[in-house]
């Protein structure tokens, strides 16, 4: 594997992505930046690690970390992956899916993308507490109709 990492061009953070084979083509699906959540902790279902590089010299092994910025970047999760680059000008595109994901408390997360012992890029996350207001039963009427 070679040493020289390769350069980030966009990371993102989504609810999916698609690949079209024919078109060699992807599209990102749900952008997300943040989760709301009554409660924490919490566990979210799936979320899509997407990025893509260039400048990549043969072969490098990535990888991507999701990170707790509260707690001294206490690692959450961690996943590893070969990425082969035809040549350096070749743009290429990763695509990694993390299940049930467990966020402790509110606050900051980073997804981190390493590649030769460093750190290339990250991406931040940031998960509020949202409390719905208690409703009563005047809430509840519409106020637009009359008797």
Excluded: W
Aim: proline letters at 7%; charged letters at 20%.
């Amino acid at each position: 594997m070679a040493q020289i990492p390769p350069v980030v061009l966009s990371t993102i953070v989504c609810e999916r992505v698609l690949l079209d084979a024919p078109t060699k083509t992807s599209s990102v699906i749900g952008i997300i930046d943040r989760i709301f959540a009554p409660q924490y902790p919490i566990r979210f279902p799936r979320l899509f690690f997407f990025a893509e590089m260039t400048n990549g010299h043969d072969a490098a092994e990535i990888e991507v970390r999701l990170v707790d910025e509260q707690n001294d970047e206490k690692i959450i999760v961690r996943q590893k992956a070969a990425v082969k680059f035809p040549d350096v000008k070749s743009i290429v595109s990763i695509v990694m899916v993390f299940e049930g994901l467990a966020f402790s408390h509110p606050g900051e997360y980073y997804f981190q993308l390493f590649a030769a012992e460093q750190i290339l890029t990250s991406r931040r996350l940031v998960c509020l507490l949202v409390r719905q207001p208690p409703m009563n039963n005047n809430e509840q009427k519409n106020p637009n109709i009359s008797k």
